[in-house]
């Protein structure tokens, strides 16, 4: 730990007293932010000297104060209170990342409504699925037969819980063993840069697998919310799962039996605005780690952009629809012949941005791995790109990487 003394009113010796010294500067900063006069002289609360590592101690005893778990503070908390980014959220890599301005390239739209009535147009509408999943591992998803009302309460209660005060979210905090429960963005160790986002992440289904600690009590309808929302989303995948092995030339019955019983996780995300936008990132360029991903946009900011040849394409929701993506699961299993693609979210510089994201995984008994039927479809023996591994080792490995990536 550096000298903290540009950083705190005055030097402290021991550990206690030097975050007691923060707690009063904390609420010191409160105060001016409340005072109009004072943000307007542009006085930043800690000057350019300040280290990144006197800021990490900052932000974390900053995180303890109001109430965070595991040190990092609520980023929808830091933007009420910041007047400049952290360090830790600047991210100059992607700065030159080059973004689509074509806004005539869109993912593909899938009409379920063509696919499911025994319609002259369900092949035509199948191959666009097929080439989708294939060419973009993205698409969005109309007439899917999920019910508006539930969309909508859904999203009506996540803004109404990401509004609450933080206390009351905190009851909902995630603890350090699970994955589950309101969070900031990342559990912070080391050097890892963090991304502009708050997030409560849930177990959904199956229904005996839920920790209801994490579900939400306030709104009063939330939890009962989140139960309708899951399980329509449930259907919808084991739909669209039953279309892709169709496209895919399998029994559907044999990718569904992989995902029967599969855990499925919903991610809400809340991305506050931030002046300086271009600078952070809401959700860090990733694939997911799931069969299939459901995501809807609560309002109507976009920040959804998806990796193609080289270029970011920033994704137009469509009302109603759902932005479908193909996980890394779906991937293996399929051979790569669909693909699980990179995407992220940016920041709005002038309003916060709010997201769910419903990830629907194979069961614990599945073997993650190109599966036989594909392997050698069409009388062809392909070589399979992948290894073949329990769930259990699947999800180890995944664990150990991203702990070699951001906790070395
Ligand atoms: O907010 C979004 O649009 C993307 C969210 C996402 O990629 C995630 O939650 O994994």
Redesign the pocket.
Known sequence: MGDHSRLLPRQRSSKRSFIDTVKITVRRIRIRSSNDEEEDSGLGFWDSSVSPEEEEVFLQVLGMELGVALGVPSVQELAKSLKEVPTRYLRPEFELDEVSKDESVQVPVIDMGKLVGGRDDEEDELAKLHEACRDWGFFQVINHGVAEEVILKMKADVQEFFSLPLEEKMEYARLPDDIQGYSPSQVVTGGRKLDWSD?LYIFTQPRDGRNMRFWPRVPSSFRETLNQYSTELEKLNTALLSFMARNLGLEPEKLLSLFEGGRQGV?T?Y?PPCKQADKVI??TP?S?VAGL?L?T?VNEVQ??QIKRNGKWIP?DPIQGAF?VNVGNFVEIMSNGEYKSVE???VVNPEKE?L?I?TFNNPNSNAVIGPLPDILGKDGKKQAPKYKSMSFQEYMAERLREKKKKYYA
């Open positions: 997030f991610r995300n991305y809401g959700s990733h997911d991903t995501l946009q920040g959804l994704i932005i995407h992220r979210a941005r997201s994201a």
